[in-house]
């Protein structure tokens, strides 16, 4: 048998990752408007016009016709490239990384939750269930097939995840009174641990609550506003998983080697 040459693949994966993403871009503008992200086909928004197999090309099109409509040269919003290069360069990352595996393609599964749950929350500030709670079960049923996560292992971390997100809420509301973290974080949290197991609970929730502070000073020194600025925790959340998956276990390692 000849080997496939691993650049091949890498263009292969990256023109899959583009298509996958341009899907994403779908599903994030149409699942909190609960529609459909099948029909109709996509179109422009300003004129109406459905759009052809060689309008969507992933990333090409979006090059060659400068982010404008053909038709009425209205501008895209520069993140439906954005989504389509990140899915992209993820799913090549993967493969790099896990080779032409199962657990690639759980993980890219994994990526492209996180992706549809990050833009969404910065849009509406809620991580819809339609997208978390299977994404929990696929955790479950990936560490089933895949060599790298026991059952067990994701079971606990549903589990840790799911537990430790909820007593922080209900702690905050008996402290304060007021509602601090949303359903849709626990949700997300226990999806994260079903995919990467219970160590990566703590790892996860420690590094985006790190990073989500600076950004929040970040934002309050730039507006002069209080400390009422709700920023959403999902995208902090899904930075801090994709951070586990890549380098977790090194971080982890070097930490305590420190110690
Ligand atoms: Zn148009």
Known sequence: MTEISPAFVAVVTLLFGAAIGSFLNVCIYRLPLHESVVFPASHCRTCATPLTWYDNLPLMSYVLRQGRCRFCGTAFSSRYFLVELLTA???VALVSRF??????VGYFVFSAALIVITFIDLDYQIIPDVVSLP???AGVLFSIVSPDLSLWNSLTGLA?????????ALGYRAATGREGMGGGDVKLLAMIGAFLG?????FTLFSASF?????GIAAMVRTNADSKLALPFGPFLSFGALCYLFFGEQLIAWYFGLL
Not at 198 to 202: I, Q, S
């Open 89 to 91: 360069l993820l799913a």
């Open 99 to 104: 080779g032409l595996t199962i657990t690639a």
């Open 135 to 137: 994404g929990t079960v």
């Open 160 to 168: 840790v995840g799911a537990g430790v997100l909820l007593a922080v």
């Open 198 to 202: 219970w160590r990566a609970v703590p």
């Open 211 to 215: 990073i989500g502070s600076v950004f």
